[in-house]
């Protein structure tokens, strides 16, 4: 009872810089003034719809009808070159995004690296570097068709830091503060490029836009959104909508995976079997206290790791999904021989095909387009 108490009180925090995981989505969605996703909405739905990991979004109706009327619209994305490899969180949002693209949209990705920079202290030419080699290359290896796909880096898009300046007049210190619970500096210069991230395709022609990004983004879609709506009159902006990802958890259930941080998750690529095996081993499971107690009651699938992995990143195939949800719920397998059948066999046929992909793409990166200007 007083656990409950305490727990409802509770404010639920959203730090795009944090690494706090939230146990409750719809709350968040109350709180936050977001909207619960709505699959039956959604033209040809991908895997990550139907499989829960996308919870909820903001006006994602108008995306939708887009779609559906083939009106222009644009799908845009950012991610910080914060660590020379990516982690599954991110290959969730690179999913999303080829599936607006799949779907007709506009599509834009953006390497953060005046982000990376003011955030986290890394060097712009090394945010370059890393991109070139590895980041790029990796989000069509995911899946992004190179013709289709604009790059840039924020560092050399003089639109959008202009756009950023002009964004800037239109938030009061106060307001930034109850966004964002802070303003240290390297958060204002983060966030006001963001701003200019997200409206920037709108400055020659406003048209509807979706940002598909992970739940910890949420406090920039809404000041993007009211920023936009201050500046209709000038520049006719849409309010972008957005497709928000539940968070990847770390192995061990405890935080939320993060590219700076060094325990506990599980990053694309993953060169080496051993260590991969070694590390997904250890996945915290929903099993029972004892082998008997298992067999009997089954396991919990709902509030495993391992399972979390296979639905949301590397197992495709539905039939076997729900083979491994239903011998969870059956007590057929204790969680190691699980892990094993399921866990284990799906991460390494997942890195194989990344790797393959990977070498082609490193091929095609002369027909990747960046944005000039
Ligand atoms: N802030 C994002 C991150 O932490 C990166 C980002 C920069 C972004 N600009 C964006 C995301 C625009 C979505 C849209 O990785």
């Not at 033209?43 to 995306?63: A, C, E, H, Y």
């Not at 995911?142 to 938030?171: M, R, W």
């Not at 070694?278 to 298992?294: I, M, N, S």
């Not at 992909?357 to 990747?368: H, Y």
Request: some cysteine.
């Amino acid at each position: 009872m007083r656990e409950n108490m305490t727990k409802e009180k509770q404010r639920i925090n959203i730090d795009p810089w944090g690494k706090a995981l939230v146990e409750d989505y719809s709350r968040l969605i109350k709180e936050f003034g977001m909207q619960t996703f709505d699959i039956e909405e959604m033209p040809n739905p991908s895997m990550q719809m139907k499989r829960g990991l996308i919870f909820g979004g903001q006006d994602l109706n108008i995306i939708a009808e887009a779609m559906k009327k083939k009106k222009r619209f644009y799908c845009l994305t950012g991610i910080m070159p914060s660590s020379t490899k990516i982690h599954l969180g991110t290959e969730a949002v690179i999913q999303n995004v080829k599936y607006f693209q799949d779907n007709g949209a506009e599509t834009y990705v953006l390497i953060a690296d005046v982000e990376s920079q003011a955030a986290r202290g890394v060097p712009i030419d090394e945010g370059r570097k890393r991109a070139m080699e590895f980041h790029i290359p990796a989000y069509i290896a995911l899946g992004l068709d190179p013709k289709k796909t604009k790059f840039y880096f924020q560092s050399e898009n003089k639109t959008v830091s202009n756009l950023a300046a002009i964004c800037s007049q239109k938030i009061t210190e106060n307001e930034f503060r109850a966004i964002y619970g802070s303003v240290h500096p390297a958060k204002v210069m983060s966030a006001f490029t963001q701003m200019g991230d997200i409206l920037f395709p709108q400055l020659k022609e406003p048209m509807p836009g979706v940002i598909p990004v992970g739940i910890d983004q949420a406090p920039h879609i809404r000041m993007s959104r009211d920023i936009a709506r201050r500046l209709k009159k000038e520049y006719g902006f849409f309010a972008p909508s957005a497709s928000y990802n539940k968070y990847t958890s770390s192995l061990d259930g405890s935080f939320k995976m993060s590219k700076n941080e060094s325990v506990g998750k599980i990053e694309i690529p993953e060169d080496n079997e051993k260590e991969l095996e070694k590390k997904l081993k250890k996945a915290l499971t929903g099993g029972r206290a004892t082998a008997e107690e298992q067999k009997k009651k089954g396991g919990q699938p709902e509030k495993c790791i391992a399972f979390e992995y296979c639905k949301n990143h590397f197992i495709k195939d539905d039939k076997k999904l729900g083979k491994m949800y239903q011998e969870c719920l059956g007590g057929t397998n204790l969680c190691g021989e699980c892990k094993q059948k399921y866990l284990i066999a799906g991460a390494k046929e997942f890195f194989k095909e990344f790797d393959k992909n990977f070498k082609k793409a490193k091929k095609s990166i002369g027909k990747v387009k960046f944005i000039e200007n």
